[in-house]
């Protein structure tokens, strides 16, 4: 087990290296020279300001030292100064940081918390009524957009009924945006619970638990439930990811401090330093969620912690 | 003695289907009672409406009385693992992966009431060692994976056993095991029937499985009873024409070869193969390597049907793709007529492989779904000849009718098709090559007795026919005394004895060999075999020297 986690953390460091030299190619990628569509809108910047900025930027040497230039900073722990108000990045992402990531471990709660049940009914109840209208259901939530999904609730929890706050950063304000963000996911969830769910009651194993006399709940919570969520928690993963990148739309819908409504500012602004910062953070939260999703995996599944 | 379960006129039906049409039977205390039939003949149907298991909008109907009550009743509850325990062919799905062996084996104790949890674990360990599980604490803490086929089988076994049934279900106990587990397994299940007085229903397709096991016989087809009667009067004077039909289709291990000597000239001459797989390691660690063929040389002469015997993991597959260029070895030789196979790349390679074509063990997955039956056959034509698209068409109807199917077969999918049939289609496919060399691949283990019997005979019949060789890899001794001119038995990736197929049947000189044919169940209930032999034993693997003339044997 530790053999197959060591594995997963080299593997994990090696994406972060790779993010790393794209983030630098980063400004690059963008046609016309990044300091003059930086200071394009702004009046009454001389040259001397704009080669000031190159030079800090390192923009004036070749991109392999940029790179190591780059590199010997941020293993510093420095992630350079934001351009626009001059403070520190890496301070400015992590003083919003826990509100994404609040957001987005809230949704992923209320995704699970309502999903796998539903795709567990939809199993035990396979081929009825039930199931077919929960299913349509769950179609109905993966292809809602959410930007959609945010606004209509907003008008009808926050305007029409006036129970929840419409923005702001409170306990109540996290309801709306998490309700966005997880009823969709929750129905990618359902589906996936009741595919496998289904797969693993035509098991033999499950055929012997019930020959054994067992009574059908202790077989299903016992036989079918754990080996049946080894598939969700791998999807747990994934829509971690996507999350956090939903999290970039719901945060500007419901103005929630996080870092996905900065990265959209920094966009805007051309901030290239904290745009870089955004996707280095970024990039290492989806990489350490990946790997406690591994271990949790090696946790539920034998043959993988005992290999 | 008073019947411990009696069936009356059981019938299921689904979806308007009947899948088992009025079957009736008695199992007494201490009976074995065989139930035989192909695929769909309703023989597990049968099983699972007497457990109580059947998919919800089944319907069951008839009677079938144990312990005062009809199973078959609506309200009745039906006794499970107390009463009947039911044990199922793959022991390697049979448990479930997530939990220990320990909580598999005293759950069901312990939710039934019957004793403490310490008491069902100590009853489990007894339990363990009386289906001859060595260091069974150990087992408890394990999980099901890092226990062999039989192993887990002997776990099903007992996991059922500790509820004390009294009627035990064994639905293909020993189908996916190798034939010297099957023989262990067996033997267990016997003397559990001997000892405990349980009345056992067997459910097979392998008549050696039923003449060495069974009291009564039931024989199935299309879920009708076809014959009901004790074991020795239903292979002696077999009533029901299908019955006397399944006895004939099947293979006799100890059946009088009639084959003639092949020629000497020789074709493919393999020569000190070695092949090992690594298994995958960690980062910067290798894995362990597993050895599947260790310096294996033999010869195949031309006309000849060369049978690789072995069991599971013996190297018999491996040495058959390396041979077809499908797998590469580490070392050594692959002579055909003089070219080495192995230093062979590009169109050079190309070109010598339609020399060489493979028939596959399963014809569901051989087959690209998404092509037509005709494409499929005619695709080797395309790359190797050049032909119009009307001859094409016109070899392909001809390749169908020698398989014996329809030239009209052309335009449809595989899954239009039988299992049998699909087989013949991928032979087609492969003498549509027109090789030299066949080499197939346990090419009728998928397949139902009597079809298997079908798809033999077309293979003899178009080795005369088309004059080709043939490599006949198979587990099963029965099938290859009837098909092979010569074999050869492997074991961990060493040949152990080659010869002659009259000889080595005959008179085997390898003891590995001679235990391989004393397991093996032999469809005749007068002939009663003795205690087996341990197969465990070190066996020696040394060179091949020649014993007799063109009789090697390991020493």
């Known amino acids: ?55 800090s930027l390192g923009l004036d040497r070749s991109i392999p030292v940029q790179y190591l230039m780059y590199m010997e900073r941020l293993l510093q722990g420095d992630l350079g100064a934001t351009i626009r108000g001059g403070q520190p990045v890496l301070e400015v992402i992590l003083q919003r940081l826990p509100n994404t990531l609040l957001l987005a471990c809230a949704a992923m709660f ?34 809602m957009p959410h930007f959609w999904l ?13 129970w929840l706050p419409v923005s702001g950063n409170g306990w109540l304000n996290l309801v709306l945006p998490a309700l966005t963000l997880g009823l969709s996911n929750a129905a990618i969830f359902a589906r996936l619970t009741r595919s496998s769910m289904i797969d693993v009651m035509s098991q033999d194993y499950v055929q012997t638990a019930f020959a054994k006399g067992l009574p059908k709940a202790l077989v299903l919570r016992r036989h079918v439930l754990r080996a049946g969520l080894l598939p969700v928690v791998t999807m747990m993963g994934l829509q971690f990811a996507f999350m956090m990148g939903g999290a970039i739309v719901v945060e500007n819908i419901f103005s929630w401090n996080g870092v996905g409504r900065m990265a959209v500012e920094a966009i805007f602004q051309r901030d290239y330093p904290l745009i870089q910062g955004f996707i280095l953070t970024f990039s290492v939260v989806v990489v350490f969620v990946a790997i406690v999703i591994d271990a949790l995996y090696a946790v539920l599944d034998p043959r993988i912690r005992r290999s | 003695m008073s019947a411990l379960l009696s069936v009356k006129d059981l019938s299921v039906s689904l979806g308007g289907k009947t899948l088992v049409d009025g079957i009736s039977f008695d199992l007494a205390p201490g009976e074995v009672l065989s139930i035989v039939g192909e695929s769909g003949s309703g023989k597990s149907m049968t099983a699972k409406a007497l457990m109580g298991l059947l998919p919800p909008k089944a319907n069951a109907t008839g009677t079938a009385m144990f312990d005062g009550a009809n199973l078959l009743a609506p309200d009745t509850k039906t006794p499970r693992g107390t009463g009947i325990g039911l044990i199922f062919q793959e022991p390697m799905t049979a448990l479930t992966p997530v939990l220990t062996i320990g909580m598999q084996l005293t759950e069901a104790l312990v939710s039934h009431e019957l004793c403490s949890k310490d008491e069902a674990r100590s009853r489990a360990i007894d339990m363990l060692d009386r289906v001859g599980i060595p260091v069974p604490a150990t087992r408890m803490r394990q999980y099901p994976h890092e226990l062999s086929g039989g192993m ?6 007992a996991m059922m056993m500790l509820l004390g049934p009294r009627v035990l279900i064994a639905d293909e106990p020993t189908t996916a095991l190798d034939v010297t587990v099957q023989a262990q397994i067996l033997d267990l299940l016997k003397e559990i029937v001997s000892e405990t007085q349980i009345g ?17 016989v039931l024989v199935m087809k299309a879920g009708k009873a076809e014959e009901l009667g004790p074991v020795a009067d239903l292979f002696a004077l077999p009533v029901a024409a299908y019955t006397r039909d399944l006895l004939d289709a099947v293979p006799r291990i100890d059946a009088v070869s009639t084959r003639a000597e092949p020629e000497t000239e020789t074709l493919l001459s393999v020569r000190n193969i070695t092949k090992t797989f690594q298994t995958r390691g960690a980062l910067f660690k290798s894995g362990a390597a597993h050895r599947a063929l260790d ?11 060369l049978a690789l015997v072995g069991e599971s993991g013996s190297g018999k597959t491996t040495l058959g793709r390396v041979i077809a260029r499908l797998t590469a070895a580490d070392a050594g030789q692959v002579l055909l007529e003089d070219t080495d196979l192995t230093c062979l790349a590009g169109r050079d390679l190309q070109a010598r492989r339609r020399a060489v074509q493979m028939v596959f063990q399963d014809p569901y997955a051989s087959l690209d779904p998404r092509q037509t039956v005709g494409r499929t056959i005619a695709e080797p034509m395309i790359i190797h000849d050049t032909l119009t698209k009307a001859e094409r068409t016109q070899r392909v109807e001809s390749l169908l009718g020698k398989v014996g199917l329809g030239a009209d077969m052309a335009r449809r999918y595989p899954h239009e098709f039988s299992g049998g049939q699909r087989q013949r289609i991928a032979i087609a496919r492969a003498m ?7 080499i197939a691949d346990e090419p009728t283990s998928a397949l139902d007795v009597s079809i298997q019997a079908r798809v033999l005979d077309l293979l003899e019949g178009l080795k005369q026919s088309e004059d080709l060789t043939m490599l006949f890899i198979s587990h099963d001794l029965a099938v290859v005394r009837q098909i092979a001119d010569r074999v050869a038995v492997m074991r961990n990736g060493r040949i152990l004895e080659l010869g002659p197929a009259s000889a080595l049947f005959a008179a085997p000189k390898h003891p590995y060999t001679r235990a391989l044919i004393d397991v093996a169940p032999v469809p005749d209930p007068t002939r009663k075999r003795g205690k087996r032999p341990v197969l465990q034993g070190d066996y020696p693997t040394g060179p091949l020297k020649e014993v007799d003339a063109g009789h090697w044997v390991a020493g």
């Open chain 1, 1 to 55: 087990m530790w053999r197959f986690l060591g594995t997963r953390i080299a593997m994990g460091a090696f994406t972060i290296w790779i993010t790393t030299i794209l983030v630098t190619l980063l400004i690059h990628a963008v046609p016309g020279d990044p300091v003059q569509i930086m200071y394009a809108q702004s009046q009454g910047t001389t040259p001397e300001q704009i080669e000031e900025v190159r030079r």
């Open chain 1, 110 to 143: 209320i995704a699970i918390l309502i999903g796998v049940p539903i795709g567990f009914l939809a199993a035990y109840r396979e081929g009825t009524l039930t199931d077919i209208a929960l299913m349509i259901i769950a179609i109905a939530g993966i292809s």
């Open chain 1, 150 to 162: 945010g606004l209509m609730l907003l008008f009808f929890f926050a305007l029409e009924l006036g």
């Open chain 2, 152 to 157: 887990r089988q002997r776990v099903v076994i």
């Open chain 2, 200 to 216: 056992l229903i067997l459910i097979t397709h392998d008549m050696g499985v039923v003449a060495e096991m069974a009291d009564h």
């Open chain 2, 295 to 305: 310096d294996v040389s033999l010869e195949v002469r031309r006309g000849e049907t």
């Open chain 2, 432 to 438: 549509a090559a027109r090789p030299t060399l066949v």
